[in-house]
Every structure is written in structure tokens, then in C-alpha cells.
């Protein structure tokens, strides 16, 4: 089946520093959406990637999808302690009927030290 | 409303108990979900419900039994589960299961613990 390759697994920032998380596949993917999921909460939505190269900004994250749309990532500029949380890609293939199945990254952890 | 509600938020149960999770959205999204989490672990998906039809099932125990009564609602009925089975089950939801035009919407879960 489709694999999401993500790293690094984990990650401790000084808060104020950058940070970033990316996703690898080895196959063409339709989109892509990423997930947070705060410490003892549940997966929340950010935002989807559908077309190559595409980019999207939501104040401090920056998202990327890459020209052959097989790569991403998120980008957190000035890292605040409300980042905390484990951040997830999640694909899709291109084509074929999945019923919205996505495959998750294994997501990357990050920490922030005030 | 823009939640995906899920009841109860934690169970423990024996291993001869038979329970039910419970999943409610009011947002007309037409595809549901039950993934099931691991401590640090990304969600996996168990079965995918489109328009209340039973669309994926991914190879999941006889143990979890789905049922979709309506388009609002979602059950995950248990039996004679391991305590290998304890995690985090989440409900989730989408507008449509064949057209990814938005993301998945998320219930807070149920935290379950077989003993």
C-alpha cells in the first residue's frame, strides 16, 4: 500500500526558533492535508495542498507542495508554546476510488521550550 | 454546528463486555469514519461509510462491528475485545468520501481500555 515517509519524528525548539516537518512519498499523490493534534486531543485540520508547487500561508505556518507532487512540508516561523502538539501529513494517491482514504505521516512531535 | 460528537469520551471494559461508541454530526457530511489511534502512533482507519453504506473495510476484527443508522449517526458496537484493542478511537467525518475537497472533521474520541 502507499507509504508517507515523515521526519523527523521528533523535534525540541527553543520557543522563538523555526521549526519544520516533511512528507515524502514515493508515488504521485492527488493532495495532501495536514493535521495537528495537541497533546490528549484529537487530529484538527490545517489546510490541503492539491496543486504542484502550490504554497499557503496561515500567519506563522507556511505549507508547501512540491513540483511533483510526491513531497511537502510545514514550515512554523518564531515557534510559540501553543505550537505544541504532533503535526501529521496525510495523502491521498492519485486516481482510483479510496473513498477519501488518507494515509498519515507518522507524524512529527514537536516540543517547545519556553 | 461544526462538531462531530462522540460519546462516551472514556470506557474501560472486560474482555466478555459488549459496548457501543457512539458518533453524531450535524454538518450533512456525507462520509464517516472510525479510525482507531495508538499512543504516538498516527490514526488508522477501520471502516469508511459512504452515504450510510459500509464502502471500506480494512480488515478489520469481527469484534468491531459497524453500523451507520442515518446520515448522522455512527456506532461502533465491541465484543469480546483484547486489551491489546485499548487506544484512542476516533470518529471522523467529510463532506463526501469520493470528492476530497476538504478535510476530515474530527471527534474528541474515545479513550477506551480493555481489561
Known amino acids: 500500500g502507499q507509504q508517507v515517509m515523515q521526519i523527523p519524528q521528533y523535534q525540541h525548539v527553543q520557543e522563538g526558533e523555526d521549526f519544520t516537518t516533511y512528507c515524502n512519498s514515493s508515488?504521485?499523490?492527488?493532495?495532501i492535508q495536514w493535521y495537528k493534534q495537541r497533546p490528549g486531543g484529537h487530529p484538527v485540520f490545517l489546510i490541503q495542498?492539491?496543486?504542484?508547487?502550490e504554497v499557503k500561508k496561515q500567519k506563522r505556518l507556511t505549507f508547501q507542495f512540491g513540483e511533483a507532487k510526491k513531497n511537502s512540508s510545514l514550515h512554523i516561523t518564531a515557534t510559540q508554546t501553543t505550537d505544541v502538539g504532533t503535526y501529521f501529513c496525510a495523502a491521498q494517491n492519485a486516481g482510483g476510488t479510496s473513498y477519501g482514504k488518507l494515509t498519515f505521516g507518522q507524524g512529527t512531535i514537536l516540543t517547545v521550550h519556553p | 454546528d461544526t462538531e462531530v460528537t462522540q460519546t462516551p469520551k472514556h470506557l474501560v471494559m472486560g474482555m466478555t463486555n459488549k459496548k457501543s461508541l457512539k458518533c453524531e454530526q450535524h454538518?450533512?457530511?456525507?462520509?464517516m469514519y472510525w479510525y482507531k489511534q495508538k499512543a504516538k502512533k498516527p490514526p488508522e482507519l477501520m471502516f469508511v461509510?459512504?452515504?450510510?453504506?459500509?464502502?471500506i473495510n480494512e480488515s478489520v476484527p469481527s469484534r468491531f462491528s459497524p453500523e451507520c443508522p442515518n446520515s448522522s449517526l455512527l456506532n461502533l458496537h465491541l465484543h469480546a475485545l483484547q486489551p491489546e484493542d485499548s487506544a484512542l478511537y476516533l470518529c471522523?467525518?467529510?463532506?463526501?468520501?469520493?470528492?476530497?475537497?476538504?478535510?476530515?472533521?474530527f471527534g474528541s474520541g474515545t479513550r477506551l481500555t480493555v481489561v
Open positions: 471522523a467525518s467529510r463532506l463526501h468520501a469520493l470528492v476530497v475537497i476538504d478535510g476530515y472533521t
Open positions: 495542498l492539491v496543486k504542484s508547487g
Open positions: 508515488t504521485t499523490l492527488s493532495n
Open positions: 461509510y459512504s452515504y450510510e453504506k459500509l464502502s
Open positions: 454538518m450533512g457530511h456525507r462520509a
